[in-house]
């Protein structure tokens, strides 16, 4: 009988593109993806190690499964957990019979036929090695939509002091462009009309390793190779860093049409003292001036940021600095943190002397800042006219739509099942912190 295999993703949108080309080569193998725990033979938990929580919540539930009338589901742990805890795991989730980093993802399907063979073994690798073209690639037709990710590059050279991912996904490498170009025409043809290309540090795609062709970077050309894609009517990417936002790139906003005017261009911190701490190779004035180039080609351009609070040495002036940065560049979306000490990177050796409040206070005066700030941005939409790509009925739907204007903020209006796919424009007329309401015209 064919193996039901649920997968439950964590962490970031790389892992959910991995959980994705995973469930492809599992149904290729004969295994049958199902969308809840409770109908499954085997359950796998595709994890994150960036914050200690995230790390606890997968430990906590790999340990619930196994209890119980569950007892009987092989349980996996895949992903950057599984790479950075593969010594202890087996203590700290005795009934976890496979653990697979995320380098190595693509041999959970031939690892789980022999476990399913001998049910007293239990499979560990975490070797780090070359993408696999097959797995970087393998897409269930089936579940093609209309916005869809494309990994190009895998790991991180740079070495934040706070960061685990150098050490859960190795160096950077890099997939041949005409890969990753077939791959999107391949979506095309089945649909697709956004692709989200996904890289710890996208805009270092190809460094060092393709060239720069009249003064464009590697990235940009890629951008260039997919602005040609048909069918294909936005592109966007995840995340960039400051540290090679130049002005080919800049430039790509005027100058390729599809490279929607949007950028998430993680700050961390607005202090100089803690970028350098931090080991963030740049200092506020610089991104600033990224800001400033940027909004000076498309006034309008959607900003999002991410944001550590509470880094080890961060005092109250720096905190101060990093208020005034966001009320100075009003991004209208960000995600704050607050720091969490992981063992084996840089910042380990300065403990973690921020106290939990102190974190909390300061994240919640950030909260209120992204509130206010993204409120103010949705409502300078109001009343004006958006190109809305359709992505699917809206979650509480009464014959509503969802879907993106250009600058990605959802907007939900009515309309019928036909248009998911589709450009239309929308008229919008109210708006939340997080959500566009308008009407089709
Ligand atoms: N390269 C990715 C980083 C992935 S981690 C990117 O640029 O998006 C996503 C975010 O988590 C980081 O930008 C950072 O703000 C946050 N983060 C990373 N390590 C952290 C830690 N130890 N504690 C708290 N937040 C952290
Ligand atoms: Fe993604 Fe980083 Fe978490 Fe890994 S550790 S899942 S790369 S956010
Ligand atoms: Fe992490 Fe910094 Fe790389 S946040 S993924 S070390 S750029």
């Known amino acids: 009988m064919e193996k039901r295999v649920y997968i439950r993703t964590y962490g970031c949108q790389m892992n959910e593109r991995e959980s994705e080309s995973l469930a492809a080569m599992l149904g290729d193998s004969g295994y ?31 340990n619930l499964i196994s209890r119980g009338k569950n007892r009987e589901k092989l349980v996996g742990i895949i992903g950057c957990m599984a790479q950075n805890l593969a010594d202890i795991l087996p203590k700290k989730s005795p009934n976890t019979r496979l653990i697979v980093g995320p380098d190595r993802i693509e041999k959970v399907p031939e690892y789980l036929d022999q476990l399913l063979r001998d049910s007293n073994r239990r499979i560990i690798d975490t070797e780090m090695g070359a993408i696999d073209p097959h797995f970087a690639a393998a897409r269930d037709e089936k579940k093609v939509k209309t916005s869809m990710f494309v990994s190009i590059m895998r790991g991180c050279n740079m070495g934040c002091a706070y960061c685990i991912v150098p050490k859960t996904r190795g160096p950077e490498r890099y997939r041949p462009m005409e890969e990753i170009v077939d791959e999107i025409r391949w979506l095309a043809e089945r649909g697709t009309k956004e692709v989200t290309l996904l890289g710890q540090i996208v805009n270092n795609y190809g460094t060092h390793r393709l060239p720069y062709v009249n003064g464009k970077s590697p990235f940009v050309q890629l951008l260039e190779k997919i602005q040609q894609i048909g069918g294909i009517r936005r592109i966007r990417f995840l995340s960039p860093h400051p540290k090679g936002f130049r002005s080919d790139l800049i430039d790509a906003y005027q100058n390729l049409p599809k490279l929607c005017p949007q950028v998430h261009l993680p700050l961390q911190s607005g202090s100089d003292a803690v970028l350098r701490t931090m080991k963030r190779p740049y200092g506020g004035e610089q991104f600033l001036a990224i800001v400033a180039a940027l909004r000076e080609k498309i006034p309008t351009i959607g900003l999002s940021t991410d944001i550590i609070v509470g880094f080890p040495g961060e005092m109250e002036t720096d905190f101060e600095k990093t208020c005034d940065f966001f009320d100075k560049v009003k991004f209208d979306m960000a995600f704050i943190f607050k720091y969490s000490a992981r063992p084996g990177t840089a910042a380990e050796r300065l403990g973690d002397p921020i106290p939990r409040e102190v974190k909390e206070v300061r994240n919640q005066i950030l909260l209120e800042k992204v509130e206010r700030y993204s409120r103010r941005y949705n409502e300078l939409a109001v009343g004006k006219v958006k190109k809305v790509l359709v992505e699917s009925w809206a979650k509480r739907g009464q014959r509503r739509l969802e879907g993106f204007s250009p600058e990605r903020k959802k907007v939900i209006f009515a309309g019928t099942e036909d248009l998911i796919g589709r450009t239309v424009d929308v008229l919008i007329e109210s708006c939340t912190t997080a959500t566009l309401f308008g009407k089709m015209i």
């Open 32 to 62: 049958e993806m199902v969308g809840e725990e409770e109908s499954a033979d085997i359950i796998l938990l595709n994890t994150c190690s960036v914050r200690e929580q995230a790390e606890a919540k997968a430990i906590g539930k790999s």
